[in-house]
């Protein structure tokens, strides 16, 4: 994927952000301005989930899989956002305590992540892929033994849904 901003977001509405005048007292810096419409929804609001389902892809094609994930992915986790989430969890909140039952209103949510064999498929620069901790170079098939990662749940079930 491109780094930077995407095009996409012209159609968003003005970014909701959490800014702090507070300063943090044990280091005496400013608390930085959070954007809320930038960052997965799992990660602020999290996911309150009954049903969850993962989709890996590998990646053959750069080209094929960012058109894949600009066009098909990229809408739905940005229309997932922390922004998104939060709003929905209060109106969910708030529905829940009036009274009415729950199921009233649903949503569907998508967050991506990628590998750093992922990232180097889709041509990340090199520069960038060097940055990242030799943990997450490694990879979690790599790293299966040291984090417990065996029998029922280890790399032997991982699978591909679709590769592009």
Known sequence: MPSGKHSTKTHRSKA????????????NTTIPEIELDEIQGNIFGGFNKDFQTFMFISVTDAGKAKDF?????????????????????????????????????KATWTNIAFTHRGLKALNMAAGQLAAFSEQFKEGMRGRAGT????????????RVDRAV
């Open 147 to 158: 984090i417990g990662d065996s029998g029922g749940s280890g790399p032997a079930k991982d």
């Open 16 to 27: 909701k952000k959490i800014t702090s005048q507070k300063k943090d007292i044990m280091s």
């Open 69 to 105: 994930l600009g066009s098909v992915v990229l809408p739905d986790v940005e229309a997932s956002s922390s922004d998104h989430v939060l709003a929905f969890n209060t109106q969910f909140k708030a529905l829940k305590e009036s009274g009415c039952p729950e199921g009233i209103i």
